[in-house]
């Protein structure tokens, strides 16, 4: 009986632990984090994403810290209609590199964990959410629009660890023209 309970203790910490077998960012840093960030990488492997996956271009993002240390997020992305633009906000927790945001899609909270950066080059980002079923992305970004082939690697070595088939991770090519000017906005 007591190991029984032991074990409901357990698995009810996994489950309150986010991605309890991934980790963010040892002794991250949200200030050298923030500023422009390219998308040039990506896994998802969401059935309703798959016939559109060949339309994917790389996308930008500008990272802001707000003054009680949540986040904007502004991303543009490559779209048939033109260059969009959308805003998120992502909220901060007492695990730096770990941070949450509300899905206006989904209509849900989801979780965001920087998995590993050296600030200045790429950045691994994981999303993920369990609801219908198990909702989960990996992203590569860098500070420019490409980015060195071993980094690359890791992040597909990455993305396959956490079980997504090779079909399923992509590198697309930059976005013309997307955001439309040199300083982003």
């Not at 190991?3 to 309890?20: D, E, F, I, R, Y």
């Not at 082939?149 to 090779?166: E, V």
Request: aromatic share 12%; proline share 7%.
């Amino acid at each position: 009986m007591r190991t029984a309970g032991l074990a409901v203790v357990m698995a009810m910490l996994a489950t309150a632990t986010p991605h309890a077998d991934v980790r963010p960012q040892r002794d991250f840093s949200l200030q050298r984090f923030a500023g422009r960030w390219y998308r040039v990488g990506l896994a998802y492997d969401s059935p309703t994403f798959v016939p559109h996956r060949d339309k994917v271009k790389a996308s930008v993002g500008v990272i802001s810290v707000q003054a009680n240390g949540n986040v904007n997020l502004t991303m543009w992305d490559a779209m048939p209609t033109g260059c969009g633009s959308k805003t998120y906000y992502y909220e901060k927790t007492n695990v730096p590199g770990y941070l949450t945001y509300f899905s206006t899609r989904h209509n849900m909270v989801k979780d965001i964990t920087v998995v590993e950066t050296n600030y200045s080059e790429y950045a691994l980002v994981l999303k993920h959410k369990v609801f219908h079923r198990e909702y989960t992305q990996v992203a590569l970004y860098g500070r420019s629009q490409r980015l060195r082939s071993d980094l690359i690697q890791k992040f597909k070595a990455f993305a396959l660890s956490r079980g997504f088939p090779r079909e399923a991770i992509l590198t697309p090519p930059p976005a013309e023209n997307c955001p439309p000017s040199p300083s982003g906005r």
